[in-house]
């Protein structure tokens, strides 16, 4: 039987290389805060508690800790990392498995690895910290190994030069039983280069304890950690390139993988085909077969199975576009559904609206859904033609089957299968521009 999990985020520092007034770990990735992406790796690896760890400078990240169901820890003032953890002691009060620390800064770790970490307590480790090797170990804490085994952990200021050149470094990944943790915690000084609590201290006090402690080799680009922009975009980037390719595996065809923009939560089928320069905010529903086509903007909607989408669709919240629609070049859609096989093929805004099975809105077509106060709905029956250039003023119904003739103003309800023609009634002078034409020249001459 594993030992049950916890984990505790830390979020309590500062950021201040970010320059923003949101706090770091409120910076998102794939559409996302990365608080609640470490949140959400700890419960995928099966942690029963989790503890977000807040600053006094950033009551958000408590915040939306609680938002998501964690219980929260205030770290104030921040005395390290060490110190940091200790501060969740008594949001851990009688948790007696295994807990593990994670950064609210480092979104890309995957639970396969997660569970790594956890393995070695279960296999008999103390304490098991995730390394890797990076091209420049930089000012990482280095991981001092001996005999296979973990034997400490140097911050970089703190380490000498031979400790330097050490390439194995600490990503801050680190898993302890939950107690023996805390003893160990009890046990930490703040004498050294920073001043500060170091967490990473306890890995030479277990070892002292002749307990033992082992380093899990991870992979750089997963632990990737976020301190400014350039860091957050590359975070960014790393993402895109992941979650595409988990998207080309499930069966989709990205034609240009590096132009397409997912969010957190986008779901796409099976066979649909993605064209260059899509972007999908959070929220999308692709189904299976539909087809987006280059340079569309979709967020909050469904694309029913094989629906047609662009090039250059606009799909706004609310937008629900049913099997075998259609929705083509320069069309915006908020708030509305189409039926199966309806189609808007160009140029028309299309907002608060019911649109029938296979029923054509004209190019140029625009739902009048707002009177400067409130919106209103636009129905439009099965199978009804919307002429080109029509303005429907909401709240209206078209029936089923009717036409609405080109060019017209629609503001009263249309009773199924009959024509509406809301312009006004063409009037032909016959030899008039002759005449005109001839009069014009008269006035130029005498000028
Ligand atoms: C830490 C590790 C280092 C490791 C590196 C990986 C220690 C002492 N050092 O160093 O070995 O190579 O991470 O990136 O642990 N935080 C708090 N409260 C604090 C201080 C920090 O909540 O008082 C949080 C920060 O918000 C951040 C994380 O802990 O999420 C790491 O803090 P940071 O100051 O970046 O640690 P490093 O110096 O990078
Ligand atoms: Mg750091």
Same mark, same amino acid.
């Given at each position: 039987m594993t030992a049950p999990r916890a984990a505790? &985020?830390?979020?309590?520092?500062?950021?201040?290389?970010?320059?923003?007034?949101?706090?770091?770990?409120?910076h998102q990735v794939g559409g996302r805060p990365m608080l609640e992406w470490s949140i959400d790796l700890a419960r995928k690896t099966g942690?029963?508690?989790?503890?977000?760890?807040?600053?006094? %400078?950033? =009551?958000? &990240?408590?915040?939306?800790? @609680? +938002?998501?169901?964690?219980l929260t820890a205030l770290q104030d003032p921040p005395l390290g990392t060490g110190h940091a953890v200790q501060c969740a002691e008594s949001a851990m009060a009688g948790f007696?498995?295994?807990?593990?620390?994670?950064?609210?800064?480092?979104?890309?770790?995957?639970?396969?690895?997660? /569970?790594?970490?956890f393995a070695?307590? /279960?296999?008999?480790?103390? %304490?098991?910290?995730?390394?890797?090797? =990076?091209?420049?170990?930089?000012?990482?804490?280095?991981?001092?190994?001996?005999?296979?085994?973990?034997?400490? &952990?140097?911050?970089?200021?703190?380490?000498?030069? @031979?400790?330097?050149?050490?390439?194995?470094?600490?990503?801050?990944?680190l898993a302890a039983p939950a107690l023996l943790l805390f003893e160990l915690l009890g046990e930490v000084t703040n004498d050294n280069a920073n001043g500060e609590y170091y967490l990473t201290d306890v890995v030479g006090l277990a070892r002292k304890r002749g307990l033992k402690a082992v380093a899990v080799e991870g992979d750089e680009a997963e632990v990737l950690g976020v301190n400014s922009r350039i860091d957050l975009a590359e975070a960014e980037a790393s993402w895109q390139r992941r979650r595409r390719e988990d998207a080309m595996r499930e069966g989709v065809t990205l034609t240009a993988p590096e132009t397409?923009? %997912?969010?957190?939560?986008?779901? &796409?089928?099976?066979?649909? %085909?993605?064209? =260059?320069?899509?972007?999908?905010? =959070?929220?999308?529903?692709?189904?299976?077969? +539909?087809?987006?086509?280059?340079?569309?903007?979709?967020?909050?909607?469904?694309?029913?199975?094989?629906?047609?989408?662009g090039p250059y669709a606009r799909l706004r919240p609310g937008a629900d576009i049913g099997p075998g629609a259609r929705i083509g070049n320069f069309v915006e859609v908020k708030k509305s559904t189409f039926g199966p096989g309806a189609k808007a093929n160009h140029l028309a805004y299309i907002g608060d609206a019911d649109v029938g099975a296979k029923a054509n809105i004209g190019a140029g077509t625009i739902t009048c859904n707002y009177d400067g106060f409130g919106k209103h709905r636009t129905v439009i029956g099965e199978g009804a033609f919307i002429g080109s250039n029509s303005s429907l003023v909401?709240?209206?119904?078209?029936?089923?089957?009717?036409?609405?003739?080109?060019?017209?103003?629609?503001?009263?309800?249309?009773?199924?299968?009959?024509?509406?023609?809301g312009r006004a009634k063409q009037v032909n002078k016959d030899g008039w521009a002759p005449r005109f034409r001839a009069a014009m020249q008269k006035r130029k001459a005498e000028r």
């Amino acid at each position: 039987m594993t030992a049950p999990r916890a984990a505790i &985020i830390l979020a309590a520092g500062l950021g201040t290389r970010m320059k923003s007034d949101l706090p770091k770990c409120l910076h998102q990735v794939g559409g996302r805060p990365m608080l609640e992406w470490s949140i959400d790796l700890a419960r995928k690896t099966g942690a029963e508690r989790v503890v977000t760890v807040y600053g006094r %400078i950033s =009551p958000q &990240i408590g915040e939306l800790g @609680e +938002a998501n169901k964690t219980l929260t820890a205030l770290q104030d003032p921040p005395l390290g990392t060490g110190h940091a953890v200790q501060c969740a002691e008594s949001a851990m009060a009688g948790f007696t498995g295994n807990a593990i620390v994670l950064y609210g800064d480092t979104p890309l770790i995957t639970p396969q690895t997660v /569970e790594k970490v956890f393995a070695a307590l /279960e296999l008999g480790a103390s %304490i098991a910290v995730l390394g890797f090797t =990076p091209e420049d170990a930089g000012a990482y804490g280095r991981l001092v190994v001996k005999d296979g085994l973990l034997d400490r &952990i140097v911050e970089f200021k703190d380490a000498s030069e @031979e400790e330097r050149a050490i390439g194995f470094v600490n990503s801050g990944v680190l898993a302890a039983p939950a107690l023996l943790l805390f003893e160990l915690l009890g046990e930490v000084t703040n004498d050294n280069a920073n001043g500060e609590y170091y967490l990473t201290d306890v890995v030479g006090l277990a070892r002292k304890r002749g307990l033992k402690a082992v380093a899990v080799e991870g992979d750089e680009a997963e632990v990737l950690g976020v301190n400014s922009r350039i860091d957050l975009a590359e975070a960014e980037a790393s993402w895109q390139r992941r979650r595409r390719e988990d998207a080309m595996r499930e069966g989709v065809t990205l034609t240009a993988p590096e132009t397409v923009f %997912i969010s957190h939560d986008t779901v &796409i089928g099976r066979d649909v %085909i993605i064209e =260059p320069n899509v972007v999908f905010g =959070p929220g999308v529903t692709v189904e299976d077969g +539909a087809v987006i086509h280059a340079f569309s903007h979709l967020e909050g909607c469904v694309v029913r199975a094989g629906a047609d989408i662009g090039p250059y669709a606009r799909l706004r919240p609310g937008a629900d576009i049913g099997p075998g629609a259609r929705i083509g070049n320069f069309v915006e859609v908020k708030k509305s559904t189409f039926g199966p096989g309806a189609k808007a093929n160009h140029l028309a805004y299309i907002g608060d609206a019911d649109v029938g099975a296979k029923a054509n809105i004209g190019a140029g077509t625009i739902t009048c859904n707002y009177d400067g106060f409130g919106k209103h709905r636009t129905v439009i029956g099965e199978g009804a033609f919307i002429g080109s250039n029509s303005s429907l003023v909401a709240p209206v119904t078209i029936g089923n089957g009717a036409y609405t003739g080109s060019g017209g103003v629609v503001t009263d309800n249309v009773p199924d299968d009959a024509l509406a023609l809301g312009r006004a009634k063409q009037v032909n002078k016959d030899g008039w521009a002759p005449r005109f034409r001839a009069a014009m020249q008269k006035r130029k001459a005498e000028r």
